[in-house]
Structures are given as structure tokens and as C-alpha cells.
């Protein structure tokens, strides 16, 4: 079965800092799909980096941008230059074509940006 | 204006009443799927469909039916809804190609349906 863990249910940032939010799956397949979610108060979803496990360069979408570990089956998010408006619940995610594209969340961090 | 709509966004119900919540997207997307959020546990997908007519259980489906009939609506439906089915629900609709980039587009996501079975 595919699980994605995410270990740190809370963690906090100062304003203008950077963080890392962990993420690592389980799954015996070689190609899949990983991505980053936020979700902030209004609830609703968006994606904030996405990215394919065949390719080796690390996803990178302005601030943010992942590191990748392949082997150990890891996925972070780094934050760079922190912003209040990045305060949300950020959750990892997986899916793949040999699953029939089920997606798999994992249980989210809570981000909070201190000013 | 891309979107995916749900219908409604907020519903309190009694255990056994029979009830659908919609969604439509205007994306022409081939994928779509029904999530449920609960603290702790995050998202869990509970069916999901790759095109009109195909349908596939996630990891959550028992209590819950889903059809597509049409490419840009796939209706969640309780048909006695207790309250361990109270949640936060989310439909999301994607592009799904079948090359090795077939995530290339995001899943867009509805913007939540909020149900409570008392």
C-alpha cells in the first residue's frame, strides 16, 4: 500500500526566513508523481511545486522548491523568504499510473509565519 | 474562468436521508475525483474517474456512489449518510494524458463541501 507520512504536524517560521516542511512515502514503484499543497484558511487547495520521479533535477517554482531523495524516499519543501501570506496547512502528496492515478495525501503541516 | 464548482457548500442532514452533493467542472478534463478532509487524517480519495463512464474506488469508498455520465460532472451521492460520513469535502477535475507527463496539468480543485450528518 502507498502511505505518504508527514512528521511535523505543526512548525513556525519567522517572517523572512526559510523552512522545510519533511515528507516521505512508501511505494515500490519506479515512476510516480509528487506534489506540495497549500491549503490556507479559505480552505481551499492549491498546488504549490509538483514533482516526476524520473526526472533527477529538483522541482523549483520561485521560493519554493524540493529536494528530492529518490533512494530514501524523500520529499521536502523548502520555503525561502517567508512571507505571512504563506501561513497555511501544506500537505504532501503522491500518485501514480500504476495505481489508476489514485492520489495519496499525507496528514499536512501547519505553517505559521511569525511577523 | 477554469473552475470547478460543488454544489452545495455547506449542508446539515439526519442520518439516513439520501443526499447528492454536485460537481461540475468547465475544464474539459478527462479526470476527476471526490476527497474527503478530516483533522488528523488529512485528504483521502474516495472515488475518482478517468473518463465518462469509468470509475474507480479510492481509498475510502464504502457509504458512497458516484456516476459520470457526462465528461463534466461527477455527483457525489450518500445514500444514507451517518454521521461518521460528517466532513469536509473536495471535488478536483485534472488533464490526464497517457505519456509519462501525464500529470503535467494541476488538479484543480472545488472549493469544498462542508457536511454534517446529526
Known amino acids: 500500500a502507498q502511505t505518504v507520512t508527514q512528521s511535523q504536524p505543526e512548525m513556525s517560521v519567522q517572517e523572512a526566513e526559510t523552512v522545510t516542511l519533511s515528507c516521505t512515502y512508501d511505494t515500490s514503484e519506479s515512476d510516480y508523481y509528487l506534489f506540495w499543497y497549500k491549503q490556507p484558511p479559505s480552505r481551499q487547495m492549491i498546488l504549490v511545486i509538483r514533482q516526476e520521479a524520473y526526472k533527477q533535477q529538483n522541482a523549483t517554482e520561485n521560493r519554493f522548491s524540493v529536494n528530492f531523495q529518490k533512494a530514501a524516499k524523500s520529499f521536502s519543501l523548502k520555503i525561502s523568504d517567508s512571507q505571512l501570506g504563506d501561513a497555511a496547512m501544506y500537505f504532501c502528496?503522491?500518485?501514480?499510473?500504476?495505481?489508476?492515478?489514485?492520489?495519496?495525501f499525507g496528514t499536512g503541516t501547519s505553517l505559521t509565519v511569525i511577523p | 474562468e477554469a473552475q470547478v464548482t460543488q454544489n452545495p457548500r455547506y449542508l446539515i442532514t439526519v442520518t439516513g436521508k439520501k443526499l447528492t452533493v454536485t460537481c461540475s467542472q468547465n475544464m474539459n478534463h478527462e479526470y476527476m475525483s471526490w476527497y474527503r478532509q478530516d483533522p488528523g487524517l488529512g485528504l483521502r480519495q474516495i472515488y475518482y474517474s478517468m473518463n465518462v463512464e469509468v470509475t474507480d474506488k479510492g481509498d475510502v469508498p464504502e457509504g458512497y456512489k458516484v456516476s459520470r455520465k457526462e465528461k463534466r460532472n461527477f455527483p457525489l451521492i450518500l445514500e444514507s449518510p451517518s454521521p461518521n460520513q460528517t466532513s469536509l469535502y473536495f471535488c478536483?477535475?485534472?488533464?490526464?494524458?497517457?505519456?509519462?507527463?501525464?500529470?503535467?496539468?494541476?488538479?484543480?480543485f472545488g472549493p469544498g463541501t462542508r457536511l454534517t450528518v446529526l
Open positions: 478536483a477535475s485534472s488533464t490526464l494524458l497517457t505519456t509519462q507527463d501525464y500529470w503535467r496539468d494541476t488538479q484543480y
Open positions: 502528496a503522491y500518485s501514480t499510473l500504476s495505481t489508476g492515478n489514485q492520489f495519496y
